[in-house]
T-cell receptor, first 111, second 111 residues
């Protein structure tokens, strides 16, 4: 079993839809949780960072962490074609050390 | 100018050759990382450095070495390249828990 699992997609949604992206993990020691967006032929960019459990909102993006279920989510409201990218989750026990990434989910938002 | 630059952007080499990938950053960050990305596997950490005198192995350091020449520069070397090192390589920096920057990547093909 991989430490971090993520459905690779592709996931296609119409413009304006609410998108839900998810990762599960097996290591209960993870405390730091990140979501990255990666456009084609570009480096990843950090979207959201969360420490421990709970929710965090930034504009149209909401990150949720449920440590009891070892499950994290990223919600995108009012999705736009410009949100079309691969979304990577990542997590670590101590920040800055040994991030473990999921394989990424490819999202297409259709106009 | 880009905050994190990588050279070269593309490289083709032959099995057994030594190559170096270079990374420079203008963010003034102490922490720097090297990752490789393979389809379906996500990003995997090769090496990381928290300052010029601090170098640490990541998940997949075998076959690689690094040099932190200055705060702004972090190089990755493949002493004797092999075909399964064909991948997309990313350098990244971060200065705090919510700021992290990736370079544009280097596409390496080992024949």
């Amino acid at each position: 079993q991989k430490e971090v699992e993520q459905d690779p997609g592709p996931l296609s949604v119409p413009e304006g839809a609410i998108v839900s992206l998810n990762c599960t993990y097996s290591n209960s020691a993870f405390q730091y949780f990140m979501w990255y967006r990666q456009y084609s032929r570009k480096g990843p960019e950090l979207l959201m960072y969360t420490y421990s459990s709970g929710n965090k909102e930034d504009g149209r993006f909401t990150a949720q962490v449920d440590k009891s279920s070892k499950y994290i989510s990223l919600f995108i409201r009012d999705s736009q074609p410009s949100d079309s990218a691969t979304y990577l989750c990542a997590m670590s026990r101590n920040y800055g050390q040994n991030f473990v990434f999921g394989p990424g989910t490819r999202l297409s938002v259709l106009p | 100018d880009a905050d994190v630059t990588q050279t070269p952007r593309n490289r083709i080499t032959k099995t057994g050759k030594r190559i170096m990938l270079e990374c420079s950053q203008t963010k003034g960050h102490d922490r720097m990382y090297w990752y490789r990305q393979d389809p379906g596997l996500g990003l995997r950490l090769i090496y990381y450095s928290f300052d010029v005198k601090d170098i640490n192995k990541g998940e997949i350091s075998d076959g690689y070495s690094v040099s932190r020449q200055a705060q702004a520069k972090f190089s990755l070397s493949l002493e004797s390249a092999i075909p399964n090192q064909t991948a997309l390589y990313f350098c990244a920096t971060d200065g705090s828990q919510e700021t992290q920057y990736f370079g544009p990547g280097t596409r390496l093909l080992v024949l």
